[in-house]
Each structure stands twice: as C-alpha cells, then as structure tokens.
C-alpha cells in the first residue's frame, strides 16, 4: 500500500538517500500483542531496575552519539551546536528520571497511622502502555527518547513511539539503542516498540488501540486537537497529554531604561530567529508601547533581528506553511513589516518582524495563532487598558514573558492577568531555553496543551501516566 | 416552561408538600456575570482565608442542624443513624480541607536553588470555576457542600452547584449556609451559586458555559458519560471528573477457617443490605468457590442478609430501576435467587441474592454493571482459572476486596490482578465506609470514574481543580 518514503537534507536542500518503510501491519500486531504481558511484568518491577533500564540507554546513546549526530544534522539541518545542547538535554533529562527513580521519591507511599486497626497505604501505578508522538523541531529532546519516554518508562509505562517521518533515521537509531537496553538487562518483550509512518493511519489506529491507555503528542494544534477527540471516542476513553504550541505573548513596559531596552532587543531579537524560531516557545506576540520609548526599542530589536541570518527550515513543508502564514499575515491592512531583504536559495525562513496595533490584532483571530517560524507581530499599545485587552483576546498559552524597568509598580497586576492565560511567567527574559527541572511548568491552559494541570517536562511529567490505588488493610489480631 | 417540582418522602410514600422552581434563567445569567470577578479576586485569597471561609460555613452548618436533619430526612428516607454518620462525615471533610489550607500544604511552592541566576517557583492555582452535580444517595456528603465543592473552594475555584431534584430541600438549606458564610466573610458575590433543575437542561447548559472550567459529578454511567461528551465537544474542552458507580468485586477465597468465614458473610451481608445498599462501593459481585465451602459460606450469607430488614428505598424512580435491573438478572437462564420473601408495602428495595456460575457471568454484559441497590450477584467458581477470568472480564472498578484465610499464598496474586481493574483494594473487610483521608483513593480506572488518575475523596481531590503556572525570573544583580 504505501511505499518507502524519504528524510530531507534541509542544508544541502536535497532527499537523503535512505529509504524508510511504513512498518507492516504484521509487525505491529505483533508487538501489540506482546503489549499486556510485557505491562505486567513491567510494571511490577522496582523502581531501581527502571532506573538501571534508563541508565542502560543513556550509556548505548553515549556510545552512539557519532552516528546519531551524522543523522540528525543531515535530516534537520541543524546546527552542530544545536545538536550539542539537545543531545546534553535528553542525556540529562533521562539521568534527572533515573536519580528520582533511584531516590524513590515516585513510588512514595502515604501511610496514615492505623485508624481504629485499619492500615491504608496508597500506591502509585503505570496507568498503562504509551503511545508517543514525537515532535518535528526536537528530534531527541521531544522525540524517540525525549520527555514523554523517559517519564513513561520512570511511571512503569510500556511505550510505542511513532517516530516523526521526518527524522526517520535519528529516531529508529535512537530506538535501537532503548531496544538494545531491554534485552541487555532481560526487560519483558513488547516493553517497547518503534514504528515508522509517514502519515497519520498508524498513530490514530494505534490511538483508538484498546491496548493503549494515555498519549504523549508534542505538534499542532491540529493533530493534538484530533488525537484527544479519538482518544474520547473510543468505548474507554484514555487520557491525551499533547502540547500544542503557543504564540508566547511578551509584554514590553514603558519604564524600561536605554540599558534594560538594549538587554531586552537583543535577548528577544536571538529568540525569534535562533535556529528559524522553530520553538515552541518562541515569542510570537509582542506588545510594545506606542510613543517615543516603543519605537526607539523596535529600532533596537529591528537591528538586532536583522544580525541574525536566515537558516534552512526543518523540511520543505515547514518551510512552505511558515511562507503561507508569514504572508497571510504581513498581508493584512495595517500591518507594517521589517523583512530580511537578502537572498535565499533554499529552505531559509524569510525573517520577518511585522507590525500593527491593538485594533487591528484584536480583530485578526488569524493574528493569535502559531506562526511556526522566524516571525513574531509586534502590537503597539496606546495605555494599559490596551494592553489589557490584547492579552485578554489571546487563548491559552504555553508562557508569558513581561519586561519590565524599576518603576513597574503594576507588574504584579500583569503577573495575575498573564496566570490566567498561561502555563509559566518569565519576567525580564526569554521564553525559549526551557530548563529541566522540577519547578518546570511546561503546559498551559487549552489549546496550549489539553490539560492544564500537567506538565510534558520535569518530573512532574511522570504524573500524566500514573494513577493511584489504595490498600486498605484490615488488622485482624 | 419548567413548572414546580416536589421532593419525595420514601418513609411515609407520600409527595413533600414543598414545591421547587427551576433557577430563572435570567437569574441564573446574572450569577454567571458575576463569575470572571468572583473568580479572579477569590483566587487571590490567601489559603488562610479560603480556610476562613470553610470554618465559617462549618459553624453555620451546625447551627441549622435540625432544620437541614429534617429535610434530609423527609427527602430521602435514610435513618437517623445514617444521617449522624453522613452529617459527621460531612463536616469532618470540611475541617479536614481546613486544616489542610491553614498548614499551606496545598500552596507549597517549589523552589529551585538559583540555575545561573535564574529562579523558579511552581504555584499550584485554580482551574477556574466548577460546575458541581451532586449524587440522589448522599445528600450531604456528596451534595452541595460535599467533596467536589469544598475540595474546589479549597483550591481557589468557584462554584456552581445543581442541586440533586430529590433532595432540593436539603440542598437550599444548605447552599443558604454557604452563601451566608460568604457574606459574613464579605467575600466576592458570585463566588458561590446554587440552582435547582428537575431536567438535565441546566446541567448540560453548565457544562457548556465558557466561564465554568471543570466538572464534579457523581452519578450514573449515562449521566457521567454525557458530561464528558459536552466537555470534550466544547471549542475549549474541560475536565469533568465523573464517579460513576461500580460492582465492586470481592473474592472469597478457598481457605477461610469457620470463624472467617462468619465475619465475612456478616460484614457482607451488611455492606449489601444497609441503607438499601444504595452505595458506589456496595459489593455488587462476589466470587465464592464452589464446593462444600463455598455453599457452607454461602449458607451463612443468605442467612445473615436475611436478617437485615428491607427500608425504603431514595426515591419511587429509584425503586422501579432497582425493580428493572434486578429482575433482569434474576430472569436470566442459569441463575438462581435468594430473596426476601415478607411483605412490602411501599418503595422497599426487594433484597436478593443472585447466584450463578462463571460461565453464565461472562456471557452476560447486563451481569457485570451496577445493579444499585440491596442486591448482589454471587458468581461461584471452580478454580483460580476460572475466578481470574471472572475478574478480567470486568470493566474499572472502584472497588476491588479480598477475603482470605492464612494459608493464602496467592494473595499477591490477586492484589496485582486487581491493582490493573480498581481504585482500592481491600483485604479482608468490605468496601463500604470510604474514610476521608489522605491515604483515601476514590475513584478507579474507566468507566467507574472519567479519570484513574485523579481521587474524589480526600485532600488530593483538590488537584483534579489546580493547575500549575512556574515563575521564572532572571536576578539581574
């Protein structure tokens, strides 16, 4: 039915040679099932020999590391230094998970004291197997062994990656290395399972599969939205943890001094356009003041942009929506644009600040929605109440970032609108560079993510596939 | 359009003489404006307020205790004994989810020690205001002022509570402690809002409404699953956590001495029969060996739920659904009954026991769903194969019990095998009497609640309504 399908060379413009095959029915079934035995047994071990299978990957990734970075630069484009900071993220998100398992910390059990001769314990378990649907701008850190495995494996969780077609190549690599570990260390067969796909059959097959019990999807809006509505559609509805990406509203005060000005351009500046502001959390919207402050600070940024060169998009297709939005927008009467005005002759993404203001954002829903690139619409803001209102039409978001100078006596009142809007607050910095740790929010009210109340990052991520069971003992002396 | 409606006395089968209007819609708009205001000034109370706020209605509650123990029991035909234990319950909750705020457990921030100067702290905060649909059987302890609403008060969220059409009385009574407290404390209007509905179109209405951002429901499977359907159907979809019932299952097994085996059946008998055995936890099937000691065991159950006399049942609707399920069961080809034989002459719930064998059991889907009311269904077996495959034929449960005697080796067998279908697992008691404590799991994989990760009972109930913001700030020095 389908036939191989291809990587792209974003540097080189050009297929690489490696073919890939969507994995046969056959080999799915399978796996699948394998899948409740393997739970079982799986779940049934300590949190110290979850911890060894964790530790048992990081060493054969470390091993590999060469052969999956030729991968990764040839089918992201990348750049080697791109690859350094992911590759130390994923090695020191799967250590962080392995130290909690090996600290017990997630398998705590609250025990109250006997209550008239009846002892109750309560446990945390693995809601059951994963399917993960990597990212296509991560292709470690948010893919095959990003976040949602490793949290899976620390809950007890079987896991079934569908790798991003896009990097084929890098996720069945990385794969081979989790699949290397399970047998090394005697792991149950079916723990985990690879597949390849380059549309969306397998992953929505595997979605309404009554072998599966939760979803980790990092992606659109689109695929997130459509996944949670199968997954509510099957007979047992399971939950669907996706992260659907933001346009990270910034808020630009009026008090910032020349210094804090230039600090805040250039910081910003590097945010939109570092590796094609193909993040997550890269700052979309940004509100700045209208008058003298406001446009002697966009002269900043606008220079700041400018220094930085266009770099190839992830894929063709990225390249071609990010063109169609860009366009979509900087179309729109009212909106004045800053373009790189240099040549391209490849997949680069066109660097472009655009900018307009509040009445015209507020009428544009097209204005709140991702643009998935080197981009961000800069909104002018007569006073507060502006401001206000142009933070209130936005839906939910992964952050809010806020710049604010030594006269901000209302910054707390921006802090309060913002926590209604988003799922972390920075204030006087970026939001990309998210940091692995347990005070990590990474979520935010729908359609950020489809549920609020968790996190894809830190080890509260585990907490999306787990569930409780209490013990109830009756003392019988 | 709604004309009256009255509430129902079981113990004299009569209509109250009380008649009920459905909340005006013009009414009811005017409490949902005032929500967005209610809800951002209420979330920024301190939790030492929020526990103000419970203790105030605390006092007010044990103030109007008689005129709330006579509605209760004009509306639902419990006893008084059950009212004492239900009214404790109640407001020990209530105390519990104050004392919880008052040591600031529930506002613990996380911090990391500064990354590169950068510092973060994790705030848990509400998700919003809730819309909170009380149970026919609990009228207090699962109704206006029960678990959902305080557990959503405690995490900073606003409620709107539908009063259950068989309780109405009570439920106004209540509501007016609430809403008095409120004003005592001069806290924002609208952050509380009770309506009366003897339709569904309220709720759905609710549920629907753009300003309420999660659900509480505890009721039945078709009730629970049309709500989910509404939330997830919305432009932006919420969480609804639905309790929706259970059968329980208990496992007798085969080495039970004499002794065990009288203080199981007593126990049983009871946790079937009392208070019409109209309970979520109430032991719906109970797996009993076959041979001499199963029908030894099975002589002492049939004799000691003999012994507890037939009471009326909640209501006349009630009752004929008992009537339907029961006799649907009984009729079954295969299946023999144990029931009361004395007369009734009112809304009386028939107790019975069925009995039939594993075979017929996983034959029939009717078997394996709640029947709610005095009736159990013994399903006996002639080996662990055959009590596994009764087991794993079930859907999620809240409940899962086991009784054994002392030379069980397999015990852990079955607790692992339970552990994949329930929320609790009690060994050696029934699951009857759900104590409010942190230890407390209420709820259980699909379809006996929406979500297995979450508890409706106890302090950890709050996180089904708090969602997390981190703030990020970079120490310029």
């Known amino acids: 039915m389908s036939s191989g399908f291809r990587t792209f060379n974003p540097t080189q413009n050009t297929w690489n040679a490696e073919e890939y095959l969507r994995t046969p029915d056959i ?3 399978q796996q699948l099932k394998l899948l409740p035995t393997a739970q079982d047994s799986y779940r049934r071990l300590s949190g110290l020999k979850r911890a060894d299978f964790l530790h048992a990957i990081h060493r054969l990734l470390q091993k590999r590391m060469e052969i999956i970075k030729d991968f990764y630069l040839k089918e992201s484009g990348l750049s080697e230094s791109r690859f350094e ?17 090996r600290s017990q910390l997630s398998f705590e059990k609250k025990e109250d004291l006997p209550v008239d001769s009846v002892q109750m314990r309560k446990v945390a378990l693995p809601i059951g197997p994963i399917l993960v649907l990597g990212s296509s701008n991560f292709p470690l850190a948010y893919s095959t062994v990003g976040g949602d495995t490793v949290a899976a494996f620390a809950a007890g969780c079987c896991v079934i990656v569908k790798a991003h077609p896009m990097h084929a190549g890098t996720s069945s690599l990385v794969a081979a290395c989790i699949e290397e570990a399970r047998t090394a260390l005697n792991l149950p067969e079916g723990l985990f399972t690879h597949v390849l796909d380059d549309g969306i059959e397998l992953a929505q097959q595997l979605c309404l599969d009554e072998r599966i019990q939760g979803v980790g999807f990092t992606g659109s809006f689109k695929g997130g939205k459509a996944l949670m509505d199968l997954a509510q559609a099957r007979k047992n509805p399971i939950p669907v943890f996706a992260e659907m990406g933001s346009v990270n509203p910034v808020l630009v005060l009026q008090d ?11 910081k910003l500046a590097f945010s939109i356009g570092n590796d094609a502001g193909q993040f997550c959390t890269k700052p979309g919207v940004i509100f700045i003041p209208k008058g003298e402050m406001g446009s002697s600070f966009l002269t900043m940024l606008t220079k700041a942009f400018s220094e930085i060169s266009p770099v190839p998009m992830l894929h063709p297709r990225i390249h071609e929506n ?9 179309s729109v009467k009212g909106v004045q644009k800053h373009t790189y005005q240099g040549a391209l ?72 609108l913002l926590a209604n809007k988003v799922g972390r607050i920075i204030l006087n910095d970026v939001p990309t560079g998210v940091r692995v740790l347990e005070t990590m929010h990474h979520g935010g009210p729908f359609p950020a993510s489809s549920d609020a109340r968790f996190t894809a990052v830190g080890p509260d991520s585990m907490l999306r596939f787990q569930k409780y069971v209490t013990i109830q003992q009756q003392n019988i002396t």
């Open 27 to 29: 080999q799915l079934n």
């Open 85 to 101: 900071t992911e590759w130390k993220r994923t090695l020191d998100t799967i250590i962080l998970f392995e130290q909690y398992l």
């Open 256 to 266: 910032l001094s020349i210094d804090q000005q230039q600090h805040a351009a250039k």
């Open 322 to 330: 990010f063109e169609k939005r860009r366009i979509e927008i900087v």
């Open 345 to 416: 002759n490849g997949i680069e993404g066109r660097s472009t600040l655009a900018e307009t203001e509040i009445s015209i954002f507020l009428q544009s829903q097209s204005m709140h929605e991702e643009v998935f690139g080197p981009f961000s619409l800069i909104v002018r803001y007569e006073n507060s109440e502006e401001l206000r209102a142009g933070i209130q039409a936005l839906s939910g978001q992964l952050t809010g970032s806020i710049f604010f100078g030594n006269h901000s006596e209302q910054v707390d009142e921006w802090i309060h």
